[in-house]
C-alpha cells in the first residue's frame, strides 16, 4: 500500500484519499478484488466485447447485482483526482434511456468503469442477425429504438449542464434491455482519454460511416455530430444494412450515398429492410426523412435533438424544399491525418463549442393538416 504524507505529517493511505474523494463525489468505488471475484477473474468466458476504450466483461457482484465491467486498456497517465473528476460528469448522469454507471475501480494502474448490465446485448448485433431474427424487429420496436436513443440524446444535449456530446453514436453503443429499449452507453468517455492520439484515430477509422464531415476533416465537434451520427443509425434501424464498409451496396455506394439517391428517385421503400414485412409507409419515410435532415452537409441545417424528436413523434410534413444532399465523406483515407491535426478540440463540455447556427423548427416541419 502506498502511504502519503498529508497537512499534518500524518500518513495516510492513498485508498483513504480515494475514498474522501469518492464521497465527495458520489461516486461508488469498487476494489480490484471485488470486481475480480464478480467476473471469474476477468475469465475469458466472461468477455462479453471489446472496442476501442478495453475490454467488457458481464459480472455478478456479491448481491447479485449483475454488471459490465469496462477494463479501460489506454494506459492511464491521468491522476486518480483527475479521472475521479471526469466519471463524475457522467456518473450522476440518470435517464432511462442511458446506461447507469454504477461506480468504478482505480487502483493502482487499474481503471475499471462498472456498469449496470443490460441484457439484450447491443443494436448492432440485433440487426446483423438472420432475416428471421431481424423480423424480430418489428416496426414498433424499431421506432422505440429510434426514438428512446433520441431522447437519450437529448437529455445529454440540453438537459444536464456541462452538456455531454456522445461523440460515437453507433450500433454498438446503443445497448438494448430484455424488452428492446435502447440505452446509450459509453457517453462522456471520450473525454477520459485527451491525450491519447493513436486511441482516438483507432476509434474514428473503426466507425468512419457515422462521422460528420466537418467533424472528421476539420475537427469541429458541436452537437451536430451526434446528431449526424444519430441519422445515419436511423438509417440502419430501417434498412437493417450496417453503414460500415463491409456492407456497401453492390455498386459500392455507403448506406447514406444510396438512401439520396433513392430519395432522387421516389423509391425510399426500396431502403426498407425486407425483413420488416408490415410497417406503416408513411412513418416509415417521415423517418428516412428526419435522418436525412440529420445528415445535411451544413451542420447548421441538421436539426437539434429536441427537433428530431418531434418530428419522430409526431405525423407532421416536412419541409423537404429545405433538404439538400447529405455529406458524404468521399475519401476516408484523408481522415487520420485530419484528426490527428484536430485533438485540441477534444471537449464534452457544450458551452465552450461553438454551435455552428441555430435553426428554427419550422424551417424544418409544417403541421400535417388534420
Ligand atoms: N452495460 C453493458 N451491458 C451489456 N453489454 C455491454 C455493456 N457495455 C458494453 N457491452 C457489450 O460489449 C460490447 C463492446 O462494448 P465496447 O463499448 O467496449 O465496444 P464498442 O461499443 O464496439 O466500441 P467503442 O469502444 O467505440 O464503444 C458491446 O457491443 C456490447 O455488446
Ligand atoms: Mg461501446
Not at 442511458?98 to 494502474?109: D, E, I, K
Not at 438472420?130 to 445529454?156: D, F, P, Q, V
Not at 457517453?187 to 460511416?209: C, E, M, Q, W, Y
Amino acid at each position: 500500500m502506498h502511504f502519503k504524507r498529508c497537512c499534518f505529517g500524518v500518513r495516510k493511505s492513498s485508498q483513504q484519499d480515494l475514498a474522501e474523494l469518492s464521497s465527495e463525489k458520489d461516486i461508488k468505488l469498487f476494489s480490484y478484488n471485488a470486481l475480480r471475484s464478480a467476473t471469474d477473474n476477468f475469465h475469458q468466458s466472461n468477455k462479453i466485447g471489446r472496442g476501442g476504450f478495453g475490454t467488457v466483461y458481464k459480472g455478478i457482484l456479491k448481491d447479485g447485482t449483475p454488471i459490465a465491467a469496462k477494463v479501460l486498456s489506454a494506459e492511464s497517465k491521468q491522476g486518480i483526482k483527475e479521472f475521479l473528476n471526469e466519471i463524475n460528469a457522467i456518473a450522476n448522469v440518470k435517464h432511462p434511456n442511458l446506461v447507469l454507471l454504477l461506480g468504478c475501480c482505480v487502483q493502482g494502474v487499474n481503471r475499471i468503469l462498472v456498469y449496470e448490465y443490460v441484457e439484450n446485448s447491443s443494436l448492432d448485433q440485433a440487426l446483423i442477425g438472420t432475416n428471421s431474427e431481424r423480423a424480430r424487429l418489428h416496426w414498433g420496436i424499431r421506432s422505440e429504438i429510434c426514438i428512446g436513443t433520441a431522447k437519450g440524446l437529448a437529455y445529454l444535449h440540453e438537459d444536464i449542464e456541462p452538456h455531454i456530446i456522445h461523440r460515437d453514436i453507433k450500433a454498438s453503443n446503443i445497448l438494448l434491455t430484455e424488452n428492446f429499449l435502447p440505452k446509450i452507453g459509453d457517453f462522456g468517455l471520450a473525454k477520459l482519454f485527451p491525450d491519447n492520439v493513436t486511441h482516438i484515430s483507432t476509434r474514428v477509422a473503426g466507425t468512419t460511416g457515422y462521422l460528420a464531415p466537418e467533424y472528421a476533416m476539420q475537427g469541429q465537434l458541436t452537437r451536430k455530430a451526434d446528431i449526424y451520427s444519430f441519422g445515419v443509425l436511423v438509417l440502419e434501424i430501417i434498412s437493417g444494412k450496417s453503414c460500415s464498409k463491409s456492407y456497401l451496396s453492390e455498386d459500392g455506394k455507403v448506406l447514406l450515398e444510396r438512401t439520396w439517391e433513392l430519395y432522387e428517385e421516389g423509391k425510399l421503400t426500396e431502403l426498407v429492410d425486407p425483413s420488416l414485412e408490415d410497417y406503416p409507409e408513411e412513418e416509415v419515410l417521415r423517418y428516412i426523412k428526419v435522418a436525412l435532415f440529420c445528415t445535411q452537409a451544413v451542420a447548421g441545417r441538421r436539426p437539434s435533438m429536441p427537433e428530431v424528436l418531434h418530428m419522430l413523434s409526431k405525423p407532421i410534413k416536412l419541409n423537404e424544399k429545405e433538404l439538400l444532399p447529405p455529406g458524404i465523406i468521399q475519401d476516408p483515407t484523408t481522415l487520420s491525418k485530419g484528426l490527428e491535426g484536430s485533438r485540441t478540440f477534444v471537449s464534452t463540455s457544450a458551452s465552450s463549442i461553438p454551435e455552428l447556427s441555430s435553426t428554427t423548427l419550422d424551417t424544418f416541419t409544417e403541421m400535417a393538416p388534420r
